[in-house]
């Protein structure tokens, strides 16, 4: 069964104090390791699709690595406007087109 | 473009009575997905359409639930009857997958934060 395990649940961090977040999964066959932020009352957004181990990507502060086993996002020097929930997704065989999402890392950032 | 649109954003009910969800995806998207997200499960893919067909409905959690797309602008999501452990946010999401990339970006819209009383 394809499952997505984020950690940690809750992340508090002062602004410019770099840190990342983990995305652990297991997956048969992955068609695509993707990265979502979602503010309070909001959809989730788009920032990031990785597709194979060793793949980087980078969007200002935030940079998405992946291996094999796990995608690590990286925040650099991080701004308060950065708190959000990141939300890490897969795609794999099984799913078809769908995407298997885990429980989010809520991050706050303070000034 | 307008993004994926939902209405309504909120919705209070009380039990028993029946719930839809609108949802309209994003011109040109082909493929069309209905998701709930709760605090305790997070976000879980309820069912998705390709092209207007349903493609995978297994996230259905019951038979209360139904989904149609009656047209490629046009989805709705119903609970009837509705129960208070329904009460959660419900999304709606669209993509335009490419065969050639494998490039599928879902696109959420902003949801349906549904209270069951």
């Known amino acids: 069964e394809d499952q997505v395990t984020q950690s940690p649940e809750a992340l508090r961090l002062q602004e410019g104090e770099s840190s990342s977040l983990n995305c652990s999964y297991t997956?048969?066959?992955?068609?695509?390791l993707f990265w979502y932020r979602q503010d309070p009352g909001k959809g989730p957004e788009f920032l990031f699709t990785?597709?194979?181990a060793g793949e980087e990507k980078e969007k200002e502060r935030l940079k998405a690595t992946l291996t094999k086993k796990e995608s690590f996002l990286h925040i650099t020097a991080p701004k308060p406007e950065d708190s959000a929930t990141y939300l890490c997704?897969?795609?794999?065989?099984?799913?078809?087109?769908?995407?298997?999402f885990g429980k989010g890392t809520t991050l706050s950032v303070s000034s | 473009d307008a993004g994926v649109i939902q209405s309504p954003r909120h919705e209070v009910t009380e039990m028993g009575q029946e719930v839809t969800l609108r949802c309209k995806p994003i011109s040109g998207h082909d493929y069309l997905f209905w998701y709930r997200q709760t605090m305790m499960r997070g976000l879980e893919l309820l069912i998705y359409f390709n092209n207007n067909v349903p493609i995978d409905d297994s996230g259905m959690p019951e038979d209360r639930f139904s989904a149609k797309m009656p047209n490629a602008s046009f989805s709705t999501l119903k609970i009837q009857p509705s129960e208070p452990r329904d009460s959660a946010v419900y999304f709606c999401?669209?993509?335009?997958?490419?065969?050639?990339?494998?490039?599928?970006?879902?696109?959420f819209g902003p949801g349906t934060r549904l209270t069951v009383l």
């Open positions: 990785l597709y194979s």
């Open positions: 997956v048969s066959g992955l068609r695509g």
């Open positions: 999401a669209s993509s335009n997958y490419e065969a050639a990339t494998s490039y599928n970006e879902q696109f």
């Open positions: 997704a897969v795609r794999g065989n099984q799913a078809g087109t769908a995407l298997i």
